[in-house]
């Protein structure tokens, strides 16, 4: 073994020689003065050397220190040359974590999956509020103070909303940070019911029957683009979210069977969803191909036959026509349907949610209501599409109980949509 006061001795020569310690260690000397530490060993039947630094700045006992310590990492089956390369990457990778470098990768995955260009842009505009304060710094240096000083700023301006917005997506962009080895910690997960909880805010509808013919009459009557009149007839009756309508192709549709499979690309809940077509769906479908069925849209914009009307455009017919914001929006109708047709008592409300394309949010009962009430669902839209031309050849302001014998007037579409007294020879 080694002296300190051998090492601190140690004179150069001619040519590089060494000074053993034992154990692997030993001591370099080079023809220039230079002293560095060494450590020997063999892994797998190769022998291999590492560095254990450059003396005096390591001393005998530190380098000592650091042999052991590789030692015990050769002890455990694992090559320290392999440990130190995983340990160095590792620390480049947290010098490279910033909150602005995570943040841009967090938007190019929601993009890379094919999330909504709404949704990413919604995403882009929420980050803004963190990204002042947050950017340069490293993820795994964020503490929670800091993030809940960001959030209470925007509870401040009365945002309440926006604030528990931000602290999810804070929290998913900590988390695939902590995946991707850049932080440890999610400081925006400790801030669960730190925040104010807004009221919750209803999408203005219509949904008391003696107001829905009204409105229904008042579409008919609409003096706008027919197209916009269809959507909006269309909107009452198929009740689905106004981004998958207005962006709906005509390949998309199948008169056969009566059925619109809108793509999970464009559904909120990434998922196919499909739509039973009524008789007075399919009418609508035959007179709007006379309008616009040259084209891949049915509903493209009066600019450019490539884009689609606006997401304003619905509610702009609706206000023209009278309708309040906080009356009546294109969203709207599909509380309208939801309200009614659960009060009717004639459907079962696991298939009202699956036409309305939403998923069960209990983890445990999603796992066991797999079905998708497909026979029902061809029915319920049927009857609702009924229900309406009820509602509207109904005088303002009476109310009547929806005619029993109505069902069976509905000559409702088979289980498998094959009903052929529905399809209408359109495209």
Not at 14 to 42: E, I, Q
Not at 179 to 208: C, F, Q, Y
Not at 246 to 262: G, K, M, N, T, Y
Request: with cysteine; hydrophobic share 35%; glycine share 8%.
């Amino acid at each position: 073994m080694l002296s300190a006061m051998a090492v601190s001795n140690a004179k150069p020569i001619h040519r590089p020689y060494k000074l053993s310690d034992g154990r692997g260690l030993y001591l370099m000397v080079m023809p220039n003065g230079a002293r560095y530490w060494r450590f020997y060993y063999t892994f797998l039947k190769k022998q291999k050397t590492l560095s254990v630094g450059v003396y005096p700045d390591v001393s005998l006992a530190l380098a000592r220190e650091r042999r052991e310590e590789l030692r015990r990492i050769l002890a455990s089956g694992e090559d320290p040359s392999s440990r130190r390369k995983a340990d160095a990457a590792q620390a480049r990778l947290l010098e490279t974590g910033t909150f602005d470098q995570l943040a841009d990768e967090y938007v190019a995955r929601l993009k890379a999956r094919g999330r909504a260009e709404k949704t990413v842009t919604k995403n882009i505009w929420i980050l803004e509020y963190a990204r002042p304060a947050l950017g340069n710094q490293l993820v795994r240096d964020i503490s929670t103070p800091e993030v809940l000083e960001i959030l209470r700023k925007i509870e401040a301006r009365g945002h309440h909303e926006t604030a528990i917005r931000l602290r999810g997506t804070l929290s998913t962009i900590f988390r695939y940070a902590i995946a991707t080895g850049r932080a440890n910690k999610d400081p925006a997960s400790e801030l669960r019911g730190a925040l104010l909880t807004p009221k919750v805010k209803h999408r203005p509808a219509i949904t008391d029957p003696a107001k829905v013919g009204p409105l229904l009459r008042a579409i008919d009557g609409y003096d706008g683009d027919g197209a916009v009149r269809i959507a909006l007839q269309l909107s009452a009756h198929l009740f689905v979210r106004p981004g998958e309508l207005r962006l709906a192709q005509w390949e998309e549709f199948d008169p056969d069977s009566c059925i619109w499979l809108i793509p999970a690309s464009r559904t909120k809940m990434r998922r196919l969803h499909k739509v039973p077509l009524s008789r007075q769906v399919l009418g609508l479908l035959e007179k709007l191909e006379g309008m616009t069925g040259g084209g891949q849209l049915l509903f493209p914009s009066p600019r450019s036959d490539k884009r689609a009307i606006s997401d304003n455009t619905l509610n702009a017919a609706l206000r023209r026509m009278g309708f309040k914001q906080d009356e009546m929006t294109a969203h709207g109708f599909r509380a309208m349907a939801a309200t009614l047709l659960n009060e009717c008592g004639k459907w079962h409300p696991d298939a009202i949610e699956r036409q309305l394309g939403h998923i069960e949010g209990n983890d445990v009962r999603r796992a066991y209501v797999r079905g998708e009430h497909w026979g029902e669902r061809v029915q319920m839209m049927q009857y609702w599409s009924d229900r309406l031309d009820q509602l509207r050849s109904t005088e303002a302001g009476v109310r009547r109980k929806f005619s029993q014998a109505s069902a069976g007037e509905q000559a409702a579409p088979s289980r498998d949509g094959d009903d052929e007294s529905i399809s209408p020879d359109w495209r």
